[in-house]
Antibody
Framework: QVQLVQSGSELEKPGASVKVSCKVS????????MIWVRQAPGQGLEWMGW????????TYAQGFTGRFVFSLDTSVSTAYLQISSLKAEDTAVYYC?????????????WGQGTLVTVSS | QTVVTQEPSFSVSPGGTVTLTCGLS?????????PSWYQQTPGQAPRTLIY???TRSSGVPDRFSGSILGNKAALTITGAQADDESDYYC??????????FGGGTKLTVL
């Protein structure tokens, strides 16, 4: 069955960087897009963008350019979200989700989420 | 910037029917926006309910249905049950590879 397993919670100081991983199983990694979604505490879902897992080409939503980077390691079927220069407002649960196709940014199967807390 | 709108909250009686909507700050939602719906309970990852307006995801009961009503996408729950009490989110395709979630609707079953 399709599974997306994310790395564990992170506690980081402002200004630091963090890298969240999302390892998939149950399907061929490079045949479906990978999407990233943010959910701040008590808030709704925010679509951050997606990456074509075949070409590595990312698409970022407005507000998620510059400090946010999507990357892949196809050899281990894993996607990564790196956030640099962390701010308190980056505190959130970050979800990875499989797209409905290689070029689809619409989430289908979801990871369990990774809580990133930014605090001094 | 285009905003996707949803009712902040809604309530329904057990066994009742409720329709949640998903609109745009300007313009009308059509099937070309490929509206999809997700259910989320506290502390859990979202679950896909409906995609491409009215296609149920695998395992989703048929009391959940999607449609276009007027100028909005709609999610209708027929015969509401206690465990339908959740947050519901829609997402729309805005072109150029970009999707946007609505703010979500908190559904209470009482």
């Amino acid at each position: 069955q399709v599974q997306l397993v994310q790395s564990g919670s992170e506690l980081e100081k402002p200004g630091a960087s963090v890298k969240v991983s999302c390892k998939v199983s149950g399907y061929t990694f490079t045949t479906y897009a990978m999407i990233w979604v943010r959910q701040a505490p008590g808030q709704g879902l925010e679509w951050m963008g997606w990456v074509n897992t075949n070409t590595g080409n990312p698409t970022y939503a407005q507000g998620f350019t510059g400090r946010f980077v999507f990357s892949l390691d196809t050899s281990v079927s894993t996607a990564y979200l790196q956030i640099s220069s962390l701010k308190a407002e980056d505190t959130a649960v970050y979800y990875c989700a499989r797209g409905m196709g290689l070029r689809s940014g619409r989430p289908d199967y979801w990871g369990q989420g990774t809580l990133v807390t930014v605090s001094s | 910037q285009t905003v996707v709108t949803q009712e902040p909250s809604f309530s329904v009686s057990p066994g009742g029917t409720v329709t949640l909507t998903c609109g745009l700050s300007s313009g009308s939602v059509s099937t070309s926006y490929y509206p999809s719906w997700y259910q989320q309970t506290p502390g859990q990852a979202p679950r896909t309910l409906i995609y491409s307006t009215n296609t149920r995801s695998s395992g989703v009961p048929d009391r959940f249905s999607g449609s276009i009503l007027g100028n909005k996408a709609a999610l209708t729950i027929t015969g509401a049950q206690a465990d339908d009490e959740s947050d519901y989110y829609c997402v729309l395709f805005l072109g150029s590879g970009i999707w946007v979630f609505g703010g979500g609707t908190k559904l209470t079953v009482l």
